[in-house]
């Protein structure tokens, strides 16, 4: 600085304040010129103060921006900006020993703190005026100063990182010009919330707010882990100014911007509060209320209701400029409702951690809820067709829909469509019917219910309140929406419960059985209406598709045939085991040609279905169905099933037929079977024929084998459970252990029961699960790791199984029919007469041996009938003519 300049200086550090008044036309317009070519920080700051302190008191608040504030603030940020820029440089010579860098760096700081000092003043100087300024009178000061300020609490924030561990040397003054900026931002938000501005506010000024509010939001994302006081302080004090002129800044503020960075504080501190709950726990600190770390965490966790608090205003008044943003607030709700019990990744706390954590988090989340529920975007990302949650988010979701379906009854109409309805049209965006994506997010709840978590119940006049199943607190608050569901959503509901009795996972189809069964005796008469339309339809069900027709028989298969009308059942039973009968006459009338049996699956797998509907053995059509079946287990031969893959089919669904009657068939028929089952038993068949197999054992208890009988039957019965029960395959032992479970229970025969557990390590093991005795325990932490990895698994399952177009027994059918179709590019070949030959003399030797079975059990009971002697005298000339015909011997 010149000479002159400096003695003009010199002179007016002496003047009074009275001159400084006089003097103010002349020496200001000097001053702010010495300011703003100033090149030393000394200079710069000596003409500052003395601008802010002998002269600033005189100046008229209407004359502050034009002749002050525009003039020398600028300078002071660019000025504060080149310290900060000169400690970076610096700061890597600094060391205790090295005193010139230290010396030069505290130097700096101290200039710093100056400056905020000189910016103190200005702020107290505009406050001190009676009237509140007007925002154009001072519009450089906000401006500024939130510069200062940012600049300072990013320094602050990064101290221990810029001074590379030597903060010890500075922080006595990085403490202070802390201090000072707390200071600064304290006064000036006082300031500003003394201003006003009315609808007739410049363009100019609500861009000033629109910047100060932005400002505000850029601080508080630097200060969140310096100060939590200074952190809620500017909050609040950012949304009072959102709201105060909502109607000049709503268009121009970054709401974006302004509801994450309110999402992620809260998920911030929410996640803070966990942390130390949980160290408090491990601690045994819960009963010491005094200690630091309880402190720490009410102070955590009144800032996180704080933040939840202040995100639910902010949603209220801007909602309709938050549409956007729904998937985030959506992130949001899962994340902290993951936290809580029943959860599986809640961590356990005490009663009073838990209490003061639910108020801070939990409570708000029901009023973020509603503030969302009128939200087209929010519905459409929570009910959103393909939506894919983390595992741990699953039942979160799952508890949102239960509180969206509590919720709805007290909404508007228009609400309550957006979410029972789903998409109504293509244009739109696709979301699924509220109560069709609850059982979609039930059925993906697969290790919660495994488990099982439990929820709070409904509480009971007189009762103690229980813990529930996930089950029982859905189908109680589905039950409730129904009783108060308007008339108009319950066709959709019809077919979301439909829907749900349909798919794959057998708990969600129950519960929506529950719910069905609720809603048919809640219904209302046009519920009851529909029902009575049902049944009149099914007649007409018949008549457009009969079941004579074997295109038609797919229908069919997906009936349940005992649901029907009494004529209409009958009808179905007629014709289907007509056509089954029509079938194998012409299989037989054929030949036996194996090409054939492709038809008889088809028709035996709809006469599977019309058994299992019948309740009472006795009627007709069980006796048919009987007469079908002994017919096929006389031509079965074990040989031929190993080697064709159609007969394996077909073995398969007489084995599941012959499970239902039983009781209906001879004592022969279901020798023959044995001896087919015992044949592929020690062949090693595919897993679906055994776990048929094991259907068909287990009948066998129903049933009281005659004394003649009994040595052919019984041992080799006995023989069959032992195989099976020894088996390593986890799933087919499973079976087996239910199998002859089933069967112990109803046999008179319980020789059986002895002689199959003759191995020790096998009779262990049906006692233990006869008695429920789980030899190895696994602990809570690994079942939870085997239910999530089943989770996808079974998932995969069950999206595999609805996905085919038909069902596993018509897969496997049409499997059997592609396996006999010939290859496109070669001739179609008929059966060699080397397979003809094959298959009727396994005929003749299955009979053969089923014959000599018989009388080697009689010999001892009583004499076979007289013409049997010839009879075989008779085959034998028989067999004998046969060789000597083709000189085969």
């Not at 974006?256 to 992620?264: F, H, K, M, R, Y």
């Not at 009988?709 to 041992?715: C, N, R, T, V």
Request: aromatic share 6%.
């Amino acid at each position: 600085m010149s000479q002159t300049n400096t003695s003009l200086l010199d002179e007016v550090m002496q003047w009074s304040q009275e001159t400084c008044r006089q003097e103010l036309k002349s020496v200001l317009p000097k001053l702010t010129s010495l300011q703003h070519k100033s090149e030393s920080w000394d200079d710069h700051i000596r003409v500052l103060k003395i601008i802010t302190d002998m002269f600033l008191p005189h100046i008229h608040l209407s004359e502050l921006e034009e002749e002050c504030f525009s003039k020398i603030l600028p300078k002071a940020v660019t000025v504060f900006e080149s310290m900060m820029k000169e400690i970076s440089d610096q700061v890597g010579g600094l060391s205790s020993q090295n005193t010139e860098p230290c010396a030069l760096l505290r130097n700096i700081l101290q200039a710093m703190m100056q400056i905020i000092d000189a910016l103190s003043t200005c702020v107290r100087h505009v406050g001190s005026f009676n009237d509140a300024p007007d925002l154009d009178a001072i519009r450089s000061l906000p401006t500024c100063i939130l510069k200062i300020l940012r600049e300072t609490f990013q320094h602050c924030k990064e101290s221990e990182v810029v001074y590379c561990g030597r903060m010890s040397l500075v922080a006595d003054l990085l403490q202070g010009l802390f201090k000072e900026a707390y200071s600064l931002q304290k006064g000036l938000l006082e300031l500003l919330d003394r201003i006003s501005l009315d609808s007739s506010a410049s363009e100019e000024e609500v861009s000033d707010i629109v910047t100060v509010i932005h400002s505000l939001l850029d601080i508080c994302s630097i200060i969140s882990n310096l100060d939590i006081a200074l952190h809620a302080n500017t909050w609040k004090f950012l949304i009072k100014q959102s709201l105060k002129y909502q109607s000049l800044v709503e268009e121009h503020l970054h709401h974006g911007d302004i509801s994450t960075s309110l999402c992620e504080n809260l998920l911030a501190s929410f996640h803070n509060c966990v942390e130390l709950a949980e160290q408090i726990k491990h601690a045994a600190l819960q009963e010491a209320t005094q200690t630091p770390e309880y402190k720490l965490f009410q102070k955590t966790a009144k800032m996180c209701r704080f933040f939840a608090n202040t995100l639910v205003h902010y949603i209220k008044e801007f909602k309709f400029f938050l549409t956007k943003y729904c998937s985030c607030f959506h992130k949001v709700y899962l994340q902290i409702i993951s936290k809580f019990p029943p959860s599986l990744c809640a961590p356990t706390l005490t009663m009073a951690l838990s209490e003061e954590l639910n108020a801070a988090a939990l409570v708000p989340m029901d009023a973020l809820l509603l503030q969302l529920l009128p939200l087209r975007p929010f519905a459409e990302v929570v009910v959103q067709q393909e939506l894919r949650l983390s595992p741990e988010h699953e039942l979160p979701q799952c508890l949102l829909l239960v509180s969206v379906l509590g919720q709805l009854a007290t909404q508007p109409e228009e609400v309550q469509q957006l979410w029972y309805t789903g998409s109504q049209f293509s244009e739109e965006t696709p979301r699924l019917p509220l109560h069709k994506a609850l059982f979609t997010s039930f059925r993906r709840c697969y290790s919660e219910r495994k488990v099982p978590v439990l929820l709070p119940g409904v509480m009971m006049k007189g009762q103690a309140q229980v813990q529930v199943t996930l089950h029982h607190h859905i189908c109680v608050q589905l039950c409730a929406s129904v009783a108060g569901l308007p008339p108009v959503y319950f066709p959709v509901l019809e077919r979301c419960l439909v829907d749900a009795v349909l798919q794959a996972d057998t708990q969600t189809a129950l519960l929506a059985t529950d719910v069905w069964c609720f809603t048919a005796r809640y219904g209302t008469a046009e519920l009851c209406l529909h029902h009575v339309l049902l049944i009149a339809q099914l007649m007409e069900l018949v008549m457009h598709f009969p079941p004579s027709d074997v295109e038609n028989l797919p229908v069919w298969r997906h009936v349940l045939v005992r649901a029907l009308s009494q004529e209409a059942r009958h009808r179905v039973e007629t014709d289907i085991i007509g056509l089954t009968q029509k079938a194998l006459t012409d299989w037989q009338n054929g030949g036996y040609k194996l090409g054939q049996m492709d038809k008889v699956n088809v028709v035996l797998l709809s006469l599977l279905v019309v058994v299992q509907g019948q309740s009472s053995p006795e009627e007709q059509c069980v006796l048919s169905a009987t007469r079908i079946v002994t017919q096929l287990w006389l031509r079965m031969s074990s040989d031929q099933v190993e080697k064709h893959p159609v007969l394996q089919c077909t073995l398969q669904l007489l084995l599941y037929l012959s499970a239902i009657l039983v009781k209906n068939m001879e004592t022969q028929v279901i020798c023959q079977a044995l001896l087919c089952v015992d044949a592929l038993v020690s062949q090693k068949c595919a897993d679906q024929l055994l776990l048929a197999a094991l259907e068909f054992l287990a009948s066998l208890g129903k049933i009281f084998v005659p004394p003649d009988s009994q040595s052919q039957i019984l041992p080799r019965l006995s023989s069959l459970f032992g195989v099976l029960l020894a088996d390593r395959s986890w799933l087919l032992h499973q079976h087996a252990l239910e199998a002859f479970s089933h069967f112990a229970e109803v046999t008179n025969h319980e020789e059986v029961i002895s002689q199959s557990l003759c191995v020790e390590e096998t009779k262990t093991k049906v006692v233990n699960y006869l008695s429920k005795t789980v030899n190895v325990k696994e602990d809570v932490e690994s079942r939870l790791q085997r239910l999530k990895m089943e989770t996808p698994e079974i998932e995969q399952h069950n999206d595999k199984l609805e996905n085919n177009k038909e069902n596993v027994s018509n897969k496997q059918v049409a499997e059997v029919v592609s396996d006999l179709e010939p290859c496109p590019k070669r001739a179609r070949q008929e059966t060699s007469a080397e397979e003809e030959y094959s298959r009727y003399i396994q005929t003749a030797e299955s009979a053969l041996k089923a014959l000599q079975a018989l009388t080697e059990g009689e010999a001892n009971m009583k004499a076979p009938p007289q013409w049997l002697q010839s009879r075989l005298q008779e085959l034998q000339t028989l067999i004998t003519n046969i060789c000597t015909a083709r000189h085969v011997i």
